[in-house]
């Protein structure tokens, strides 16, 4: 901006200096041209003057001279013309000076507030470098932490598979053991029933009138007098309902637990009611083997299969502890569980038609459920 305010002002030096060289050649050419006139006259004044008069005419002289004051007093005016027109130039020239001054002050001073933006962008572009930096920082430093703890967690996960696959395989013993022990109990159970004698149906209203003694003897004089002993009756160590209590919301009676003495004696009350059917005063009751709960339950699952087998000729028994056998096609079956007769019944398409193997199991789940 500078050089470009420089040229006009050199320019119009320039102008003035060559304009003053003309106008100056200008007067030189006159004065010369008058001056060549004067000695072109001087070296005449020797001569004839009549001569001379001929020679250059007083008019042209004249004419002359005021051609020259002529040329004078318009080379003045010209020159006035000039300075004035170059003043006007020069003002011109300054007032767009100042205004280029102005407009290059304007210019410094928004170059000034924008090298100050530029800073202050800095600033704050440096001051978010240093936060990402620190933040960058924090985040690796809280990734190395999170991966300490997953190698941590890692390990104490790893010990603590190897203390669940320890756990899990003393759990596993402990269930055998358990069911073992749980078998031998109910074996146990078993057998200290085994002098036992469980009657299924005999009406509550009965043990108001008699005692359960009294009737006992009563049912097994009325339906295998030949077992009664000496004195006509069996000798019995204790007989009770169970449960103990009656439950008013059931329909059905109790059960009658009775242990005889004489293990013999209740062999044989058990055998003649395994051929017949038991009565008492016109009430029809049924004589089994007293078992633990859990046997009985057992014993219970096989009761639908149990009739099935009965109505095919199957010739069924439930032997001890919850046994089911079956006679089929010249061959004794044993099944101690209900899957493995199941798992048979599947292998022989007829058998599976006859018991309908998957309705049987859709009910036992719904049951279940």
């Known amino acids: 901006m500078r050089g470009a305010r420089a040229q006009p002002n050199t320019g119009s030096k320039e102008g003035v200096n060559s304009s003053k060289q003309q106008k ?11 001056t060549g006139n004067k000695q072109r006259a001087n070296e005449t004044e020797g001569e004839d003057p009549a001569k001379e008069k001929s ?13 020259k004051m002529q040329f004078k007093t318009q080379l003045r005016e010209a020159e006035a013309n ?5 003043k006007t130039k020069i003002s011109h020239l300054e ?4 205004v280029l001054k102005a407009k290059i002050n304007q210019l410094e001073n928004e170059a000034k507030q924008m090298k100050d933006e530029v800073k202050k962008m800095k600033d704050k572009l440096q001051r978010k470098s240093d936060q990402k930096e620190k933040d960058d ?3 690796k430093d809280e990734i190395q932490s999170l991966r300490t703890r997953i190698q941590q967690l890692e390990s104490s996960d790893l010990t603590r598979q190897q203390d669940t696959i320890k756990q899990n395989q003393k759990n596993e013993k402990i269930e055998e053991n358990m069911k073992h022990l749980i078998h031998k109990t109910e074996d146990l159970e078993n057998r200290s029933r085994r002098d036992n004698l469980r009657i299924i149906g005999l009406p509550e209203d009965h043990d108001k009138r008699k005692s359960l003694d009294i009737i006992l003897q009563e049912i097994i004089k009325e339906n295998c007098p030949e077992i009664l002993e000496q004195e006509g009756k069996v000798e019995i160590d204790r007989i009770h309902r169970s449960p103990p209590v009656l439950n008013p919301q059931l329909t059905t009676p109790r059960n009658v637990i009775a242990k005889f003495k004489n293990y013999q004696t209740k062999e044989k009350i058990l055998q003649a009611a395994k051929k017949k059917s038991f009565r008492y005063q016109g ?6 083997q007293d078992l633990a709960a859990s046997t009985l339950k057992k014993i219970k699952e096989w009761n639908t299969i ?7 000729g199957l010739q069924p028994r439930i032997n001890y502890p919850a046994k089911l056998t079956i006679f089929l096609q010249g061959k004794v079956w044993s099944f101690n569980r209900i899957e493995e007769f199941q798992e048979l019944a599947k292998k022989r398409p007829d058998l599976n038609r006859k018991f309908d193997v998957q309705a049987q199991n859709s009910r036992e789940s719904s049951k279940g459920n």
């Open 24 to 34: 100056k050649k200008k007067e030189i050419t006159i004065d010369s041209f008058c």
């Open 55 to 67: 020679e250059i005419p007083a008019n042209c002289i004249q004419a002359l001279e005021e051609l």
């Open 82 to 86: 000039w300075e004035k027109n170059l």
């Open 95 to 98: 007032t767009e000076n100042s």
């Open 137 to 139: 920082q924090k985040t």
């Open 283 to 288: 009430t029809t009751v049924r004589i089994t």
């Open 306 to 312: 149990f009739q099935k087998a009965r109505e095919l």
